[in-house]
């Protein structure tokens, strides 16, 4: 059931931010599906958990390219559904990694390694999808509150689940 709701969120995400345009809070700029990838790490880091490494970038690479295909099919901008493959192919790597290699409790994996892969996923989305280079939604000049604004709800909810977690860890 974990992987099934993996690659519907990353589906769910890509359609969302593909439809609606960026919203602002707090001054920053944020796509809609932010919210949604956000809880993309937590959940591969529960399929990861549960049925190894392996397994993980097979779903990685599935949700890759169910989520295309939807695009595609949606008639998605161009620039969104290859900034969206990119930064989800790299960040969602480099999750897997962090979460693999640091030793410490599964809630303090889920929390660094989402982190941290927030951080390439934001940059990289904003940069090559929503920048004047990609579908033109931001200007060059909003882009570092975009990268911002993307990575600090990403970081919120990777803090949320690591709580979840520590809190069902405790029961």
């Given amino acids: 059931m974990s992987i099934v709701l993996y690659v519907l969120s990353i589906v769910v995400a890509n ?14 700029s944020v796509a809609p599906g932010t919210f949604i990838i956000g809880a993309t790490f937590i959940l591969r880091d529960f399929v990861q958990n549960r049925y190894g490494r392996t397994n993980a970038y097979k779903s990685i690479l ?42 410490t409790t599964f809630a303090n994996r889920i929390m660094l390694s989402g982190i941290v892969g927030g951080l390439f996923d934001s940059t990289l989305f904003v940069v090559i999808g929503l920048s ?3 579908a033109g939604f931001l ?22 689940g690591a709580g979840l977690v520590n809190l069902k860890a405790g029961d």
């Fill in 139 to 160: 200007p060059w000049s909003t882009m570092p509150t975009a990268i911002l604004g993307q990575w600090l709800v990403k970081s919120v909810l990777q803090l949320i």
């Fill in 132 to 134: 004047p280079i990609g």
């Fill in 62 to 103: 599935g949700a890759l390219l169910i989520s295309a295909a939807m695009s595609y099919f949606n008639g998605d901008l161009l620039a969104i559904v290859l900034a969206s493959g990119l930064a989800f192919a790299v960040s969602e790597s480099i999750d897997t990694e962090i979460f693999t290699r640091i030793k």
């Fill in 15 to 28: 359609f969302v931010t593909a439809t609606y345009g960026p919203i602002v809070i707090f001054g920053l």
